[in-house]
Structure formats: structure tokens, C-alpha cells
């Protein structure tokens, strides 16, 4: 997709863009169709062997053929501007400028969009991504993540809070994959999904799933550290990883900072047993939960920390 503004006439967003097809035959890359858009293209993705497209305020589901070229299917308009797509079997998300996220169906067969949930809240997203079928990701423009899941009360279809986290990075790319082999012992891992992400300073993370029980022991371990870490400037780890924006500010939820979990590493052993004494957790795998030694604790984090 492109766009472009005619300054001389004082266009301050695109009014025109183009939208091009191309084939790669193995040695060349062949145009198969091009089409003008009303609008800049801000984005394109795949839904169910359809293009899908973020066209200014539009998103729009074309239907390739080769004798035919591009040929639009449906539209959905009720965006101020959508800058993001992500597509999950006939599931859309869509990142907005300032209306923060809304979940679509691609109704195939009718041939049509439908909201199926929204955040009503107001955030200027810079990137969203799907993690499954009932939560979604998303970066907005105050350095913060947040999570958002699907929830249904009586006819309001919503998506409310379920994560918080002020990052302090700028975000502008998600992308699901690893910087790491995945399992090569062959072992059972404790991060079922991994989520890598760009920021405009340059950096590179990575955003993992685990299950609610490694969550809890992960959180009392933090709360733990963040007692007995001192941080840079001494400003307290809650207040730094606290979501604040231009309209909100809330403490943070369902995360984890990795950063400071692997601080536990760098304790001497006096006070890593300190923070074991009230840990339980299924260390054998067994199904079973004990209290966690130290040893216990240093093979958990160093097998996390194998993520990156």
C-alpha cells in the first residue's frame, strides 16, 4: 500500500493512495494488479485468502483475481483512523488513532464487518497485536502496554482492562516469534507464547505468556525484590511501571517485569533466602506445590531468562 501528499495544495493527509499486487515467480517479482484508494494505505494484512486494508478511516476487505485485478469486498467505517490490523482466522483487530481498539468479525458469507467488541476508552494506539481468541495487546503513545480481553454484558460487547504496564519504551511493532530456540532439551516450557517488540529508541523485547500459578509466585517475588532493589534515582518500582497517560493513571497489573525478576540472580545468597522462605510452587512438576530453596529458585529464573 502507499499514499502521498500534494503540498503544493496544501494537503496535510492523504486523499489518494494506491494499493499493488505483486507475484514472486522465483527469480522476479511481477505486478498483478494496482488500484487508487481514496486515501493513504496505513496498513495491510490477510483475513480468511482476502486483502485486508487500513484505508484512512476505512477498513476494507478486497478480493484478488487474476483477470479481474482488485475488487472490493466490504467496508467497515466507524474508525477515526485506522493505523493497525491483525488478523486471526475471521477475527480483526484494529488499532485506532485515537479510539483505542475494536474487535471485528469478517462475516464471509454475507459479505460483510461487524463490531463484535470495543475499548471505549480513549488511547492513541502505535501497535496491537492478537494473543488468542478472548485477549489482545496493545502499545499506545505514553509508553504504556495494556492488555484488553473480551467481555460480553448483556448487549454491550466490551474490552476491558485486564494488564497495565508502563514500559518506557515507545512501541511500533509486535511481531509473535522468539530470539531463541524453543525448547531444544525437549523439556516442558514454561512460556507458552512469546510476543517480540520494536521500539521507535530502538530496542527489542519480548512480551511471554505463562499460566496464572507461575504469575502468582512470579508477583510475590517482585514484590519481594522491589523492597530490596534499589532502583536508579530510588523512585519506587511501583510508581515507574504504574500506566499514566494524558486521561488516566492506574497502578500497574498482569505483568511481570523480567528486568527486575532476574535481579534475584544478583543477591547474595542471605537474602535470596530470605524471599524463599514464603514461596510455594510446583517446582518437580508433579502437581504438587512445596517451598521453594534457593537452588529452586535460581533454576526457575535462569530457565525464564533462556527466553532472550
Excluded at 481514496?38 to 478480493?63: P, R
Excluded at 533454576?299 to 533462556?306: F, M, Q, T, W
Aim: hydrophobic share 40%; glycine share 10%; charged share 25%.
Amino acid at each position: 500500500g502507499s499514499s502521498g501528499i500534494n503540498a503544493e495544495y496544501g494537503e496535510r493527509a492523504p486523499k489518494l493512495g494506491r494499493l499493488l499486487v505483486y507475484r514472486w515467480d522465483g527469480a522476479h517479482l511481477r505486478q498483478m494488479a494496482v488500484t487508487e484508494v481514496m486515501g493513504g494505505v496505513n496498513c495491510v494484512t490477510e483475513v480468511c485468502g482476502k486483502i485486508l486494508a487500513g484505508v484512512n478511516n476505512k477498513v476494507t476487505v478486497y478480493e484478488f483475481k487474476e483477470d479481474e485485478g482488485l475488487k472490493v469486498e466490504c467496508k467497515y467505517h466507524n474508525t477515526l483512523m485506522a493505523l493497525y490490523l491483525r488478523a486471526r482466522g475471521r477475527f480483526i483487530l484494529v488499532g485506532d488513532l485515537l479510539r483505542s481498539m475494536a474487535l471485528l468479525v469478517y462475516r464471509q458469507l454475507e459479505g460483510r464487518l461487524e463490531d463484535i467488541a470495543k475499548d471505549y476508552r480513549a488511547n492513541w494506539m502505535t501497535q496491537v497485536e492478537i494473543l488468542d481468541d478472548e485477549t489482545f495487546l496493545g502499545a499506545e503513545h505514553c509508553h504504556n502496554l495494556f492488555v484488553c480481553v473480551k467481555v460480553v454484558e448483556e448487549d454491550r460487547k466490551m474490552l476491558p482492562f485486564a494488564g497495565l504496564y508502563h514500559l518506557g519504551e515507545n512501541v511500533n511493532v509486535f511481531r509473535e516469534g522468539s530470539l531463541v530456540l524453543q525448547n531444544p532439551s525437549g523439556a516442558p516450557s514454561l512460556v507458552h507464547k512469546t510476543i517480540l517488540y520494536g521500539s521507535a529508541s530502538g530496542a527489542i523485547g519480548i512480551i511471554g505468556c505463562i499460566e496464572k500459578d507461575l504469575f502468582d509466585l512470579l508477583h510475590q517475588i517482585q514484590e519481594s525484590l522491589a523492597s530490596v532493589v534499589t532502583s536508579i534515582g530510588c523512585i519506587p518500582h511501583a510508581r515507574w511501571r504504574e500506566f499514566q497517560n494524558d486521561l488516566q493513571k492506574a497502578p500497574s497489573m498482569g505483568f511481570i517485569d523480567g528486568d527486575l525478576i532476574e535481579k534475584f540472580l544478583d543477591l547474595p545468597r542471605t537474602e535470596m533466602a530470605k524471599i524463599c522462605t514464603e514461596v510455594y510452587y510446583d517446582f518437580d512438576g508433579t502437581g504438587m506445590k512445596r517451598q521453594g530453596t534457593v537452588d529452586d529458585m535460581i533454576k526457575l529464573i535462569e530457565d525464564l531468562a533462556r527466553i532472550h
